[in-house]
């Protein structure tokens, strides 16, 4: 449990990524989203002036659009019926895309969970230029008790091994207590394609790039069958 003085330090951080993201990283509209607009990193946002002044500065993922983020807020955009009058949340929210996209599609309540006080920050500047009321979370809900939500939106959380193991077990444990998962991804190494129900698809910019895309999907993360379930079995 987080200590009121790492608390406060948190906040600090969160305050201060604030004043330099609203200073230097300019409104842009987004790809293939013309109703959303984020604060997005450019050559002149500087943010190397960050990882200069925090020792504890990480990939600043929330500073770019990654595909798996713009097909699902595409997709939820697109199909409103799928959010509109339930409560959502954006698991590794980053710029919080998804969760704006959730709460403009009428989404009731939208949680955006990240681990990264920058990602927090982003998301309420985020949220004030739509004009949307989003909840930002410092946490990793991975971990504990399962959030009070009835859809779980994740946008590209599969890019690496350990991540997509801690995610598939939260989700997992998401559908035993009846609450649905979205996925958008851009068809990454370590995501599990045999749990997946392809819903849409897009072709879409990735990871920041302006000119080159690839295809993504929406998908619908589904429960193991009684053949995954033994062969989980069988390994353990």
Known sequence: ?????????????????????FANLPVLPVPSIPEIRLHRAGPQSGLWRLAE?????????????????????RY??????????????????????????????????????????????????????????ILPVLADLTKGEL???????????????GLAERVTAFLDRCLEQGIDVLIGDPWRAHLRQSRLRLL??????????????RPSGVFAFESKTPRQSRGNEDQS
């Not at 449990?1 to 993201?21: G, V």
């Open 1 to 21: 449990m987080e200590t009121p003085e790492n608390a406060e330090q948190s906040l600090a951080r969160i305050e201060a990524a604030k004043d330099f993201i």
């Open 53 to 73: 002044q925090d020792p504890e500065f990480g990939s600043p993922y929330w500073a770019h659009h990654w595909g798996g983020g713009l097909v699902l807020a």
């Open 76 to 133: 939820l955009l697109d199909r409103p019926d799928v959010v509109a009058g339930r409560r959502v949340l954006d698991l590794g929210a980053g710029s919080g895309i998804v969760g704006i996209a959730a709460a403009k599609a009428g989404a009731t309540e939208v949680i955006a969970a990240d681990v990264d006080p920058y990602a927090i920050a982003a998301i309420g500047l985020n949220a004030a230029i739509n004009g949307v009321t």
């Open 147 to 161: 959030p009070a939500t009835d859809i779980v939106c994740v946008g590209d959380l599969f890019y690496e091994a």
């Open 200 to 213: 849409a698809e897009y072709t879409v910019p990735d990871f920041g790039a302006a000119t080159s895309s």
